[in-house]
Every structure is written in structure tokens, then in C-alpha cells.
């Protein structure tokens, strides 16, 4: 994977994420989870070193809101479908 990002329409304020990978995952004033390192625009390319954490961050995400993928999202998190 190289980028990634938060549906916040569907994200359901787990708090796992963050949890899971805080140092890619963090959290609104509502307490859904963004992309901190590109504003959640899911444009900027992961760190190696998070990949795998992102991983189990997007499999551990209830709501399946958060998404993966080797192209830029340019912050549309349905991008790919
Ligand atoms: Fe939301 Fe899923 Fe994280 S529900 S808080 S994006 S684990």
C-alpha cells in the first residue's frame, strides 16, 4: 500500500485506529479519525515504517471506513470504489 485515507461519512468514531496506528490515525473534535499526515486528503505516500500498522488498522476498522491504495486518493475516499 502507499496511501491511505478515512471515510468520515462512515467512519463510527471506534477509536481503534488510532489506537491501532497513532502514527498515521487520529481523531476530530467528534472523534472520527482522519489521515495525519495529509490532512486526511490521502494524497501523501505512507512511511514504510506504517504500512503494516495501517494494514491492521484497515482491517481491525468495524465500518470498513478506512481505505488503501496504491494511487492517490486527491481526498475522495471512494475514489476506488
Ligand atoms: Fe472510525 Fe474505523 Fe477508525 S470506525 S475511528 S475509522 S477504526
Avoid at 482522519?34 to 488498522?57: F, R, W
Amino acid at each position: 500500500i502507499k496511501y491511505t485515507i478515512v471515510d468520515k461519512e462512515t467512519c463510527i468514531a471506534c477509536g481503534a485506529c488510532g489506537l491501532t496506528c497513532p502514527g498515521i490515525f487520529d481523531y476530530d473534535d467528534e472523534g472520527l479519525a482522519y489521515v495525519t499526515i495529509d490532512h486526511n486528503s490521502g494524497n501523501k505516500e505512507v512511511p514504510e515504517s506504517q504500512e503494516d500498522d495501517v494494514l491492521d488498522a484497515y482491517e481491525g476498522c468495524p465500518s470498513n471506513s478506512i481505505k488503501i491504495a496504491e494511487e492517490p486518493f486527491n481526498g475522495n475516499p471512494l475514489k476506488f470504489g
